[in-house]
Protein backbone atom coordinates (compact mmCIF):
# COMPACT_ATOMS: atom_id res chain seq x y z
CA UNK A 1 0.00 0.00 0.00
CA UNK A 2 1.04 3.33 -1.05
CA UNK A 3 1.69 5.85 1.88
CA UNK A 4 2.41 9.15 1.92
CA UNK A 5 3.46 11.16 5.01
CA UNK A 6 4.44 14.97 5.57
CA UNK A 7 5.91 16.31 9.20
CA UNK A 8 7.38 19.26 10.12
CA UNK A 9 4.46 22.35 9.67
CA UNK A 10 3.94 25.07 12.29
CA UNK A 11 3.40 28.92 13.18
CA UNK A 12 6.27 31.32 12.27
CA UNK A 13 6.34 34.58 12.03
CA UNK A 14 7.17 36.74 8.40
CA UNK A 15 10.77 36.30 7.95
CA UNK A 16 10.99 33.15 9.52
CA UNK A 17 11.89 29.64 8.40
CA UNK A 18 10.47 26.04 7.95
CA UNK A 19 11.16 23.25 6.98
CA UNK A 20 9.03 20.33 5.69
CA UNK A 21 9.87 16.45 5.63
CA UNK A 22 8.31 14.29 3.06
CA UNK A 23 8.22 10.14 3.29
CA UNK A 24 6.65 7.81 0.59
CA UNK A 25 6.57 4.06 1.17
CA UNK A 26 5.02 0.95 -1.30
CA UNK A 27 6.14 1.68 -4.14
CA UNK A 28 7.67 -1.64 -5.58
CA UNK A 29 9.87 -0.02 -7.72
CA UNK A 30 10.99 3.08 -6.01
CA UNK A 31 9.94 6.52 -6.16
CA UNK A 32 10.82 8.48 -8.94
CA UNK A 33 8.96 11.63 -9.09
CA UNK A 34 7.99 13.85 -5.56
CA UNK A 35 6.29 17.30 -5.22
CA UNK A 36 5.03 20.24 -2.61
CA UNK A 37 2.01 21.63 -3.26
CA UNK A 38 -0.04 23.83 -0.98
CA UNK A 39 -3.56 25.05 -1.14
CA UNK A 40 -4.52 28.34 0.95
CA UNK A 41 -8.02 28.74 2.63
CA UNK A 42 -10.38 29.61 -0.34
CA UNK A 43 -7.91 29.21 -3.34
CA UNK A 44 -7.01 26.47 -5.37
CA UNK A 45 -3.95 24.07 -5.36
CA UNK A 46 -1.04 25.14 -6.22
CA UNK A 47 2.37 23.10 -7.04
CA UNK A 48 5.41 24.79 -5.21
CA UNK A 49 8.39 22.24 -6.14
CA UNK A 50 8.54 19.33 -8.05
CA UNK A 51 11.46 16.86 -8.47
CA UNK A 52 11.54 14.69 -11.61
CA UNK A 53 13.14 11.02 -12.10
CA UNK A 54 15.95 12.61 -13.72
CA UNK A 55 16.58 15.06 -11.23
CA UNK A 56 14.93 18.28 -12.69
CA UNK A 57 13.98 20.14 -10.38
CA UNK A 58 10.84 23.02 -11.30
CA UNK A 59 9.88 25.44 -8.79
CA UNK A 60 7.25 28.38 -8.76
CA UNK A 61 7.77 31.46 -9.45
CA UNK A 62 5.46 32.65 -5.93
CA UNK A 63 8.11 31.24 -4.10
CA UNK A 64 11.77 30.91 -6.12
CA UNK A 65 14.42 32.13 -3.95
CA UNK A 66 12.84 31.71 -0.84
CA UNK A 67 12.44 27.83 -0.97
CA UNK A 68 14.32 24.80 -2.20
CA UNK A 69 13.52 21.28 -2.39
CA UNK A 70 15.68 18.57 -2.42
CA UNK A 71 15.59 14.76 -1.97
CA UNK A 72 17.20 12.87 1.03
CA UNK A 73 19.96 10.24 0.39
CA UNK A 74 16.62 7.49 0.62
CA UNK A 75 15.04 8.19 -2.42
CA UNK A 76 11.56 8.15 -0.86
CA UNK A 77 12.17 11.34 1.27
CA UNK A 78 11.70 14.72 -0.13
CA UNK A 79 12.11 17.94 1.79
CA UNK A 80 11.29 21.12 1.80
CA UNK A 81 13.71 24.12 3.28
CA UNK A 82 11.33 27.74 3.32
CA UNK A 83 12.83 30.81 4.00
CA UNK A 84 12.08 34.17 4.23
CA UNK A 85 8.26 33.47 4.86
CA UNK A 86 5.63 35.73 4.07
CA UNK A 87 1.99 35.70 5.06
CA UNK A 88 0.54 34.48 1.64
CA UNK A 89 2.96 31.42 2.41
CA UNK A 90 -0.39 30.23 5.04
CA UNK A 91 -1.62 27.37 3.60
CA UNK A 92 -1.78 23.40 4.23
CA UNK A 93 0.96 21.80 2.43
CA UNK A 94 0.96 18.71 0.80
CA UNK A 95 3.53 15.88 -0.59
CA UNK A 96 3.10 13.51 -3.54
CA UNK A 97 4.55 11.04 -4.81
CA UNK A 98 4.22 8.78 -8.22
CA UNK A 99 6.25 5.77 -9.94
CA UNK A 100 7.35 7.41 -12.86
CA UNK A 101 8.53 10.44 -14.99
CA UNK A 102 6.35 13.42 -13.23
CA UNK A 103 3.97 13.67 -16.51
CA UNK A 104 2.60 10.59 -15.75
CA UNK A 105 1.07 12.41 -12.45
CA UNK A 106 1.53 11.79 -8.99
CA UNK A 107 -0.69 8.32 -7.71
CA UNK A 108 -0.31 9.17 -3.92
CA UNK A 109 -1.00 12.47 -1.85
CA UNK A 110 -0.52 12.74 1.52
CA UNK A 111 -2.66 14.48 4.05
CA UNK A 112 -0.86 17.55 4.37
CA UNK A 113 1.06 19.79 7.23
CA UNK A 114 0.00 23.25 8.03
CA UNK A 115 2.00 26.04 7.83
CA UNK A 116 0.95 29.54 9.72
CA UNK A 117 2.57 32.24 8.97
CA UNK A 118 1.95 35.49 10.80
CA UNK A 119 2.92 39.34 9.72
Known amino acids: QVQVVESGGGSVQAGGSLRLSCAAS????????MGWFRQASGKEREGIAV???????NVADSVKGRFTASKGNAKNTLFLQMNSLKAEDTAMYYC?????????????WGQGTQVTVSS
Open 26 to 33: GYTYGVYC
Open 51 to 57: IDIDGTT
Open 96 to 108: AAGGGYCSNGFTA
